[in-house]
């Protein structure tokens, strides 16, 4: 007798031959089984390294006298590893390289990325940390993302935000120390955070602002705490940033309103001074066919005003005199500009009691007037209707 089809269950083909493996069980501790351990001498089963490896960075001018201070603490960090450091005043420069006491392979790249912080302004005490396993580095070079420097500079300050908040904001949600100095972003943190701080920071430079995407973090973390939505896409809940390119058209319209919010402004500062400053429209012109006369030449100008019978020295004089008074004269002009923003809008006083009382009176006999207005009106139409 044939199975019934519908009591079968239906086995996905990509996980036809998939076999339970011994960690999936609930009783396994997951957290113990992936953690990694320190890395000891005893593991270190080959012995002695055959070849010696360094590394080298410059480091800026102004960093030397912090990094003479701090340099014997930078031996003392390193040494228990087996790295050898250096510091090279003269030439301006930090290196390490293994010995013969190191043993572990990959602490030689954790000295470069030690010495590279040091170099773009982190401190000891923050930069010692890159030395454990469970810490990562990551240099992200934002000085050739914009050429304008007053817009590279804004965008630079979008990173850090108002008193440090959008930064602060960056480290709490990635738990990463970010330091912006320079034309580099110097991030310290675990690999999976380095990955979201410089996408951050690189769309912070393409005009994308840090905040969207610290609202996606958020968002995401709060995703995070809800099982049933493990397997489910999270795509609709996550913001999504949409370029807005306006169009010439746009770009006047705002522009004009721009300029009469600032007309309107000044009106309000000072009305005498903008209904002057209007610019009278130049009567038209008549057209006529002949030349217009001939302009007198300097020389004619100067034996007019006699300026032309007047020594070198006079002339220098006159001519000096002349130019300290339109000088004084634009800078009464400008100071006069400059005192408008700063003119006090008229105010109105707060009206007294006699005046309340008054107001308050003249509307009760209004309203009287106009019931009594009413009242007439009704007994006209009564009277027209009989």
Request: net charge positive.
């Amino acid at each position: 007798m044939a199975a019934n089809p519908e009591e079968q269950p239906v086995v996905n083909k990509n996980k036809r031959h998939r076999k339970e493996k011994p960690w999936d069980t609930d009783d396994i501790d997951h957290v113990s089984t992936w953690k990694i351990d320190p890395f000891q001498p005893v593991d270190n089963k080959g012995g002695v390294f055959t070849d010696e490896s360094s590394f080298a960075t410059l480091f800026p001018k102004y960093r030397e006298k912090y990094l003479r201070e701090v340099w014997s603490a930078v031996t003392k960090f390193l040494d228990p590893h087996g790295i050898a450091c250096t510091l090279d005043l003269v030439h301006g420069s930090m290196s390490v390289r293994t010995t013969r006491k190191t043993f572990d392979p990959y602490i030689i790249l954790k000295a470069r990325d030690l010495i590279k912080l040091l170099a773009r302004g982190v401190a000891i005490t923050q930069a010692q940390k890159v030395l454990q396993d469970d810490v990562a580095c990551d240099i992200i070079k934002i000085g050739n993302l914009v050429r304008n420097k007053e817009r590279f500079v804004k965008r630079r300050q979008r990173i850090i935000g108002p008193d440090g908040s959008t930064l602060k904001a960056i480290e709490l949600l990635t738990q990463c120390y970010v330091l912006v100095q320079g034309n580099t972003v110097s991030v310290m943190g675990p690999y999976k955070s380095l990955k979201e701080v410089r996408r951050i920071v690189l769309d912070c430079m393409k005009n994308i602002h840090p905040i969207y995407r610290i609202k996606e973090l958020m968002i995401r973390r709060e995703l995070a705490k809800d099982p049933k939505l493990a397997t489910e896409s999270w795509d609709r809940f996550l913001p999504k940033f949409r370029k807005h390119h306006l169009k010439t058209s746009e770009k006047t319209a705002k522009k004009n309103e721009q300029l009469a919010a600032k007309e309107e402004a000044r009106k309000a500062a000072d009305p005498d001074a903008s209904s002057s400053a209007k610019k009278e429209k130049p009567a038209k012109k008549i057209y006529t066919p002949f030349p217009p006369p001939q302009q007198p030449r300097k020389v004619d100008l100067q034996l007019e005003s006699g300026e032309y019978f007047l020594k070198p020295h006079e002339r220098e004089a006159r001519e000096t005199q002349q130019r300290k008074q339109k000088q004084a004269e634009a800078t009464l002009k400008r100071r006069a500009e400059r005192a408008e923003a700063f003119v006090a809008p008229e105010e109105e006083a707060a009206p007294t009691v006699e005046e309340k009382r008054k107001r308050r009176h003249a509307e009760a006999d209004g309203e009287d007037g106009k019931a009594k207005s009413k009242k007439k009106k009704k007994k006209d139409n009564a009277a027209a209707d009989t």
